[in-house]
């Protein structure tokens, strides 16, 4: 009886013991985000309509055709006249890069957001155990992650990770990693860092399809600090509720659509396909598809069922998913931050998604103040939020991001607690939404329309532009 009375009891501080384990791993295995810093450059790295026109007229190798092209893209890039690019690019530098130009304006980013992340949560560098990094254009050695360890001091066992080449749908990717490793159970503090290197990568030739990303492209960069420390909960800004990842590289059209290339001439740039719109909506259907059955609440779902299997049933001729175009979002979204690739970007999405205006505000104002970021725009469009005091205790944030390869990434994020930080709006948040709709870039460039071949004049178009300013 002794014995059975024993094993009983072992078998009970067993099962009591299996039973706090997998409670401790299940609450350590949250993502909370602490608190996020978006980079506000100096005022002498502003790209004004000056600086683009001086910018553009450097590029002798542009004619008529490439004029009236570049007109077409900065009226409809939805770009306002306060956006940042790097220092050699506004001294003039552009077509000839330096090595140090590249480290500096990663060092510029790094030193001002990291820093004041750290001052504001009272965090330490030694306390992170995790560094995540991610530089799509930029992969010096040793890494830029090495370079944020040196400086800051951290500990000898910080586990460091230097992500590049994953374009503008990084940031979840670097979101994904932090998240992935908490799922060891050990209490973590994550610093994750999101930019883009533009400083080395101006295309200097005059392929339309890969001027874009001159005129698209503006300096941004963020830096968040995460943790799965239940203790840290009340600090936390928001938790991590889901994150979807889709790459749809195996297609040769996606893979294909938006790459780093050489053009006839040998210059280097990003190529930006015909082909990307269909690319990214398919990425995006993909992505949904499975992001679905997280979010929408019971009564959605079940209409969003029912109409799948309606639609296998009866399918119309050349149609996609007809039902996903029916699912109100909103009934278990309440902020939707859109990655802020251009004005069709996040229109595609809001009819997609049947989103308002109001809905997509912060990511069309984000794209007018700051341009478009990157990986990081996404933390610029929550600024805005927060900024406006949108975000409220219990509220549900969608993210989504695109990226070369083809990539959609999207993720939810709960609020937990109101949040009102103006952060880098703070100056200008007030002048959000814009009062005009005026476009500040014609005046300088509507002439264009006008010219022809055989009028064009571009040593007289150019001394116009100066003595307009």
């Known amino acids: ?67 009236k092209f570049l007109l077409k893209v900065i009226i409809n890039s939805g770009m306002g006249v306060e956006t940042y690019a790097p220092r050699n690019i506004l001294e003039g530098r552009e077509a000839s890069p330096t090595f140090d130009d590249a480290l500096q ?36 050695a040793p890494s830029l992650a090495s370079r944020i360890a040196r400086r800051y001091k951290m500990r000898e066992d910080v586990k460091s990770y230097n992500v590049s080449g ?21 209490k ?25 990303s001159n005129i698209l492209f503006r300096t941004g960069g963020s830096a968040m600090l995460l943790t799965n420390d239940p203790a840290m909960r009340a600090q936390a800004k928001m938790r991590l509720k889901c994150l979807i990842r889709t790459h749809t590289g195996a297609n040769d059209n996606a893979y294909n659509c938006a790459m780093q290339k050489e053009d006839d001439a040998g210059f280097v ?74 004005p069709a970007v996040i229109d595609a999405v809001r ?19 700051w341009g478009n970021t990157s990986s990081t725009s996404l933390w610029y469009v929550l600024g805005y939020m927060e900024a406006k005091k949108r975000l409220k205790k219990g509220d549900r944030v969608l993210m989504v991001t695109f990226g070369t390869g083809f990539k959609c990434n999207s993720c939810i994020w709960e609020v937990n607690k109101d949040l009102g930080d103006a952060g880098a709006w703070e100056e200008s948040i007030n002048n959000y939404p814009p009062q005009t709709e005026v476009n500040p870039y014609m005046e300088m460039y509507g002439w264009v329309t006008d010219e022809t071949d055989e009028t064009f004049n571009r040593e007289a178009r150019a001394e116009e532009l100066r003595k307009l300013y």
């Open 351 to 369: 009819r997609g998604l049947r989103l308002s205006e109001y809905d997509t505000e912060p990511s069309s104002m984000a794209l007018h103040r």
């Open 188 to 212: 973590t503090i994550a610093l994750a860092i999101s930019s883009e290197s533009l400083s080395p990568n101006w295309y200097a030739g005059k392929d339309k399809s890969m001027m874009l």
């Open 105 to 140: 304006e990663m060092d510029e980013f790094i030193d001002t957001t990291v820093n004041d992340l750290f001052k504001k949560t009272n965090i330490s560098p030694r306390d992170v155990d995790l560094l995540v990094i991610n530089i799509s254009g930029f992969s010096p």
């Open 1 to 67: 009886m002794e014995i059975l009375a024993i094993l009983t009891m072992l078998i009970i501080l067993c099962s009591i013991y299996l039973l706090w384990k997998l409670y401790s791993l299940q609450r350590t295995t949250n993502c909370y985000l602490i608190d996020y810093v978006c980079f506000k450059p100096p005022p002498d790295r502003i790209v004004n309509r000056k600086s683009a026109g001086e910018i553009i007229e450097r590029n002798r190798t542009l004619g008529l055709s490439e004029f």
């Open 166 to 186: 994953m374009g503008c749908s990084a940031s979840l990717i670097s979101i994904d990693l932090v998240r992935n490793t908490f799922k060891s159970g050990k």
């Open 269 to 342: 740039g990003m190529h930006l396909g015909k082909n990307l719109p269909k690319a990214a909506v398919h990425a995006f259907a993909e992505n949904f598809e499975r992001l679905i059955p997280k979010v929408l609440p019971y009564r959605e779902l079940a209409l969003y069922i029912y109409r799948t299997i309606k639609q296998k049933v009866v399918k119309p001729p050349g149609k996609g998913n007809l039902a996903m175009t029916k699912i109100d979002f909103r009934t278990g979204i309440d902020h939707f931050c859109i990655h802020t690739g251009g």
